[in-house]
């Protein structure tokens, strides 16, 4: 008898047979002596729509809302059922004993196959393969280590959980919006109390109103001290003449330094990488998205086996790996971190709880290398930045502390006290690996980031020494308003506030981005125009993260089996019915942020300029209307050969030509050959490819051009 091994896919498939000796490649699997592995293409089964439970639902209509099946239904993806058939065929053979799920180790893992075997019934034993990195090794130790599958019920139960609370919550309130204000306002479980959050900071931005402030520096020759409140501390000074007579009081007089503090302070070694932590640290030095930091990562993962499993929200190690570390320096002592890892790699590593801590561990540990060699120059640019991030952030855990001396000086002068710090490291520690002498926390989420006295080289200097004011500064200054969000920021603000896990934040932006809702200017996201309509038609109650943040620990609770997969799915369900309640007795209204001066030719309604995957367009705001063109499309007076409605103009790399939208007709404004020349077959027949809008063409209408074509040749 065989066992058949499901993974999520085909990459992952490959590599596992290839470790299980499964030699035979089929078209929908690897087959050998004792094991069969298929694979699935991400999710193959999912929630069905509302159709699938009532044909009515193909029209959104708010008198059908809210929609709560009695119990949800799972439906084969259309677009992938080809390779659930051939699953489904395995499943039926009588030589497969029984089944491993190879899934990714997690949630939406889980998920991928039990719903998969739910639909093919799967009757037979099952285990799970968890593992937390795709090394030979690690698969070869999983499969001899392989747990029950019903020890994972739990984590099975919290996914359905999720998936039907992001269905119903979603879905339905999603369909209120947009059936009861004539737009696609898309909203979520997730998504909406992150715009939320975003749109409040962009209040407080707006609100703002900046206020002048100064700051009194003196230059007393070997340092400078700053001025500072003798009641608040506070270095800023509201008051200009206050500044000035400061200023005046303290230029050329002499005074005494009163007080030296000099303590040895350190700074530990930054934690390992967790998803959101790497997410984070990639936006601020390499601009990267979280979705893009997320693909990277995987890449690592899967296809080099560099790294360990991504998807992890732990920053720490579990007592078992302790052997394994010195074999993962060594893979990782390659090239320019050879030099850096040479000091541990003759003595035994000190490992401390910053660095192990099962306690702070659940499914998975923090991102290390694996401990795989490879050549570097096999890496893109972004996978080499990535994992450059990784390598150095694991050989810093075992580098000690950056110690420093801290100096502080207080200085009286003209009966006003000024103060002076300066910082010198005494042992760089796990700086050496970045070749920083910056002082700055590696864990200090930047929008916590405060304006603090630059750090200068004191002299030496004791109490009761003489000072005098060299030159006496002003500084003038501005208060700030709050900083818009980064998705670094963004990241530790949803983190903060528990909304979606490390595996579904990237995604939960993108998707914000895609709806219109935010966009992307350079490093920063910005509320649209439309995001701030959305946030004023949802729900208050919606829009909290508290009301999220409790649904997200309640999910972590049943995962771990403290509690209730009934109780949380009914409150879901109640929850959708009274946001769907409450947006249908809604008195606001929705105003198109996005109305254009130019009349749509159809039904005479304003055009609404929106975003498309492939640029911007000229949508009619009546949703009976259907008409659509390129924003760079020009209405013209010319009528289509076929239809007989006028034809947009636009500009391609051949030139000026006119397209009919309803018949997709094109016709090139100058069909004229050059004097004197015939145009070639082949040129015809690029002209037709090319002003086809890269659609297929009917018979018809190809026989037409080439027919005009062969005229003007004749």
Not at 4 to 28: D, F, M, N, W, Y
Not at 234 to 257: E, H, M, N, V
Not at 303 to 318: E, G, N
Request: net charge positive; with cysteine; aromatic share 8%.
């Amino acid at each position: 008898m065989k066992i058949l091994v499901l993974t999520e896919k085909p990459s992952v498939a490959k590599e596992i047979a290839r470790v299980l000796g499964c030699t035979q490649k089929q078209k929908h699997h690897y087959e050998g002596p004792k094991y069969v592995v298929t694979w699935a293409l991400g999710h193959l089964v999912t929630l069905a729509e509302p159709d699938d439970y009532d044909a009515k639902y193909k029209t959104w209509s708010l008198e059908d809302l809210p929609i709560i099946p009695e119990r949800m239904k799972l439906k084969v993806i259309k677009e992938t059922s080809h390779q659930y058939r051939a699953i489904e065929q395995l499943s039926r053979r009588n030589d497969l004993a029984e089944l491993v799920i190879a899934t990714d180790a997690g949630r939406e893992g889980e998920l991928v196959a039990r719903w998969i075997m739910e639909l093919i019934r799967w009757e037979k034993p099952f285990k799970r393969l968890w593992i937390s990195s795709q090394t030979d090794q690690a698969i070869r130790d999983g499969f001899a280590q392989l747990k029950p599958g019903t020890d994972y019920n739990r984590l099975y139960q919290a996914a359905v959980c999720r998936s039907e609370a992001d269905w119903l919550i979603g879905l339905n309130v999603t369909r209120a919006l947009t059936s009861k204000f004539g737009a696609s306002l898309s909203a979520g479980r997730v998504q909406t109390p992150t715009l939320a959050m975003m749109m409040n900071r962009e209040k407080e931005i707006r609100d703002f109103r900046s206020v002048d402030y100064w700051i009194i520096e003196a230059d007393l020759g070997s340092f400078r001290a700053t001025w500072r409140d003798p009641k608040t501390g506070d270095t800023r000074i509201f008051d200009r003449a206050r500044a000035d007579a400061l200023k005046a009081k303290l230029q050329g007089q002499s005074g005494k330094i009163t007080q030296v503090q000099q303590t040895e302070k350190q700074i530990p070694h930054p934690l390992a990488y967790d998803l959101t932590e790497l997410q984070r640290d990639a936006n601020r030095k390499f601009g990267f998205s979280a979705k893009q930091t997320s693909n990277v990562l995987q890449r690592l993962y899967e296809q080099y086996k560099l790294v360990t499993y991504p998807r992890t929200d732990s920053r720490y190690l579990t007592s078992d790996m302790v052997a394994t570390l010195p074999g993962r320096l060594k893979g990782a002592a390659i090239g320019p971190y050879a030099a850096l890892a040479a000091p541990f790699m003759r003595k035994p590593l000190t490992i401390t709880k910053r660095i192990v801590d099962d306690s702070k561990v659940s499914d998975h540990h923090a991102i290390i290398p694996t401990g795989e060699a490879i050549s570097l120059a096999t890496l893109s640019a972004d996978e080499r930045r990535l994992y450059d991030l990784i390598v150095k952030r694991f050989l810093a855990l075992f580098y000690g502390p950056c110690r420093y001396d801290e100096t502080k000086l207080t200085v009286e002068i003209a009966g006003e006290k000024l103060y002076a710090s300066g910082k010198v490291i005494k042992q760089a520690g796990w700086k050496e690996v970045y070749g920083t002498a910056d002082f700055s926390d590696p864990d200090r989420d930047e929008t916590d980031a405060s304006d603090e006295e630059a750090s200068q080289l004191l002299p030496p200097a004791k109490a009761m020494d003489a000072v005098t004011v060299k030159n006496g500064r002003q500084l003038s200054r501005q208060t700030k308003p709050p900083a818009r969000y980064t998705e670094a920021s963004l990241l530790s603000q949803m983190e903060k506030h528990n909304l979606g896990t490390p595996a579904t934040r990237a995604d939960i932006i993108e998707k914000l981005v895609s709806s219109d809702t935010i966009e992307r200017q350079g490093s920063l996201l910005i509320p649209t125009g439309k995001g701030a309509q959305l946030i004023e038609l949802a729900s208050e109650e919606l829009r909290s993260p508290e009301l999220t943040a409790r649904w997200e620990l309640e999910l972590e609770r049943i995962a771990k089996g403290k509690g209730s997969m009934e109780q949380f799915l009914s409150g879901i369900r109640t929850k959708a019915d009274e946001l769907v309640r409450e947006i249908k007795t809604s008195s606001a209204a929705y105003k198109p942020h996005n109305l254009t001066g130019s009349k749509c030719p159809d039904c005479g309604e304003f055009l609404q300029d929106v975003k498309g995957k492939r640029g911007r367009y000229l949508v009619c705001s009546s949703r009976e209307c259907s008409y659509k063109r390129e924003a760079d499309g020009q209405l013209t007076n010319r009528r289509c050969p076929q239809c007989h409605k006028k034809m947009e103009i636009h500009t391609g790399k051949a030139g000026k030509y006119f397209q009919c939208r309803p018949c997709n007709m094109v016709e090139k404004l100058d069909q004229e050959a050059p004097s004197g020349r015939r145009a070639s077959a082949k040129a015809n027949r690029q002209l037709i490819e090319k002003f086809s809008d890269n659609a297929p063409l009917g018979n018809s209408l190809a026989d037409k051009l080439k027919a005009a074509l062969q005229e003007k040749k004749d």
